[in-house]
């Protein structure tokens, strides 16, 4: 990976962690504390391709009922033009 942004060219990403939102279909999974390098100008995010099909399967065996979640939220579901 290359150690500008992508986005805004900034030399510098930062590791930290944040909050992932993965959709599969309709199903959506968020997962927090994700290792992540973030742009220190515009917050721009860049993950590993091994955490990134870590979240895929993890999000498949919940998918098929091999694993169950941490916990579950309820989410409301607006479209843009009701807003």
């Known amino acids: 990976m290359s150690s ?16 992932y939102i993965h959709q599969q279909g309709d199903e959506l999974l968020i997962v ?5 390098l973030r742009c220190d100008d515009c917050g ?8 990134l099909k ?9 998918a098929t009922h091999r694993k169950r979640p941490a916990r579950t939220l309820e989410v409301a579901v607006e479209t843009f033009s009701a807003l």
């Not at 500008?4 to 590791?15: E, I, M, R, Y």
């Not at 721009?44 to 955490?51: A, G, H, P, W």
């Not at 870590?54 to 919940?62: C, P, Q, T, V």
């Open 4 to 19: 500008n942004c992508q986005f805004c060219g900034h030399a510098h990403l930062t590791p930290t962690t944040t909050r």
């Open 54 to 62: 870590k979240i895929e399967a993890d999000h498949l065996a919940l």
């Open 32 to 36: 927090e504390e994700v290792p992540c």
């Open 44 to 51: 721009e995010e860049y993950f590993d391709v091994s955490t």
